[in-house]
């Protein structure tokens, strides 16, 4: 399978900040890849440098086989970039705008206007053509802002936090249109703080923290890869303290969370004749418990799981990525 | 029955207009900025054309009082306007979206510009029939009050052009007061009341139609490579770093043009004598003054940066990389080629304009250039300076600015040769006055070095950066199968 999108050792300092610190990894054709971190991990960053919107101090980019810092105009035919907010300008309607990104991008005549009503039928926004940019919904306004990237039908959609700010709604919307995209066999590189979000849509997924990639892999690798306890959440009647003081005195079980009228806490071991023990002990120190039961781990959890158990070198081998078809 | 498409309707402007003059153009016509000024200036002129048929009164007098509402919308409203182009794209983060479609940095803000030229012909062409009212019903000179519409508009394309350019400025305060200090005059003059009486008696009012008709003519020569420098010079400052390349270009032109003004420059009196025109000089000299310090100031602010794209271009061509690449690195070199041929071919036309000897012209030409390397050098020494100097330099230009005037108020103004040494804003006053050449020379000289060194120094390393990107480009086509 090709491979859409690749970074070798990509370096970017903002004076002292580096920002984006050799980061290597490749995107294969089709895809959709999440791109994980905190604010300020380097995301942006990184998207720039692919969108050749910005310059690496070192290291190579490449969109399609084609060098960011050698091909712009290349990559810029076949690239979709969306930014996490849209400028709204004011005076300007909703088909205007369309109207402009397409002229730029060189549609003339009747396929401009085709392009337009195209897009803003996929979109959803046939119905505010007319509309004042400044008078549309974020939900309205990301979806435009969709739309302007997809203008000239590109291969390779780089999208910086899309969902940010979104409501529910908009977000499930989002998640729709993102999923036809995919199907139409565009590669899609999106970035988001929303795990569970991605989770669902994402082949793999990409993890930056302080601007080194620090996991590579799908959904499933990072929930039972980080090797973290597994959490159980348990109810009692009476003082939740007298629980976390069991916590804390018996071996193999780690308070994680204090919740009301329980805690969640962790097993380390996944033996069910460690985890009968366990209740067992419990009921045994004269705990009244109500609820026992096993919860499904978090993405949230497994990767502040990794990021607290991970402190990796920065020449970490990254793991392969694994294709779209070996996805389950 | 189906709905048709909204998307039918896109055909109000043709395809071949640049889609940022469209875009711009469809907004500025909607919004108030233009709306207001079309407004006032018509209710103004109605008003005023009314009040002098009904009282009947003299018809220069009168004319005075009517420039004043077109020139301030021409001269003041309509540039003032160039200055918000860039700071909104930044505002709303658009600039990286458009920068991602078929338009480059050029295109954008020549579009801007484009836009506002447009709405300033919209406001020159509504005022043509004030014109013929006025000529038929008051008595106005035709052709000379159109010819001087003409001129204003040129004006105010310049001034339009020079306000998008600085529009890129970063800085608000900076960008604002560079603004002011381009506006600024126009608007003294207007409220002293200082355009009236140009117009009512001295200054165009003067001039007959022939003259009127050189002045035009020089205005739109004039105009037509500032536009096209001052866009592509702001240009440079918006691009994606590295990514594009109008320093080149725009070089090249500018070299061309300087040549031009200094062939015009040496033989002024064969013109003057072939084509019967007196005094040509001021308007060679004028121009060309204006057009070189366009280009030293464009040279020292050209942000560095290149890529291998850039280099490509410049693959077995060392001469042309040392002066001709983007970047304030090769533009200290070729802003002294630039000089060299400027301060050569108008020494003879400054003596004759001013009267001035040898030692007067080498100080003024020293000192003059001394105000535009000395803020470049120190630019290069703030933060941020030597990727784009372009926010430092005009930083530096008021901290110098802002010196002299306080030197001036500790010293006064004479009895200062001591302390004009300090700075190069003081030392140009030195260098006009009579008898003082020699210690402004002196000082000019040091504070020319001392900037070339700076620059010199700091410049080493975007040198050495083009060429191991140029070797990196030859490394790869090497490398790369045919």
Redesign the interface.
Known sequence: MSIAIAAENLVRTFGPVRAVDNVSFEIPSGSVVGFIGANGAGKTTTMRVLATLDQPDSGRAFINGHETRVYPDKIRDVLGWMPDSYGAYAGMTVIEYLDFFARALGFTKADRVARVADVMEFTGLTSLAERYMNKLSKGQGQRLCLGRALIHDPSVMILDEPAAGLDPQARVELKRLIRILSEEGKTIFISSHILAELGEMCDSMLFINNGSIIHHGSAESLLHGSGAAITYRVQIIGETTQLSQWCDVTPGVSLLEEIKGGVRLGLESESPDDIALALQRMIGSGLKVTEFHREARKLEDAFIDMLQSQNLPPDMPIPPIPTPAAQP | MTTP???????DFP?WLS??L??DL???L??KGFSFTFLALIIALTFLLAATILSGSGSATVMGFVWIPVALALLVVQPTRGLSAIPE?R????L????????NAFRILFGKWSALAFQTALLTIALVPYMVLGHFLGGFEFTQNVLILLLLTGFSLILTAVTVALSVIKIAIVRTLMGLAVVGPFLLTLLSGGISSIFRGGGFGMFDASALAGVLLVTIILGTFMVFYLISSGASQIA????ENHSTRRRLIALGVIILGGVLCVFADNLESAFGIADLEPFIFIPYILIITAVVIDCVIDPA?S???IA?QFKGKRLASAFLSPGWPSGWFFAIVALLIFWICSGLLFGELTGAGADEFIAAALAGSALVFVPGAIALLLPKGREAPLNSFFLAQLICVVAAILVAIVGGISDLEGMFALIPHSNIFLAMDNGEEEISIFCSVLHLLAAFIIALTCGAVYRSRLRAQIAEVVE?ERNTPA
């Open positions: 498409s909204p998307a039918n309707d896109l055909r395809d889609p940022a469209v875009k469809r907004r500025g909607k919004l794209e505002s709303l983060q658009t990286p979206l458009i920068q991602l479609t078929r338009l994606i770093a590295g990514a940066g890529s291998l794209r490509k790869i």
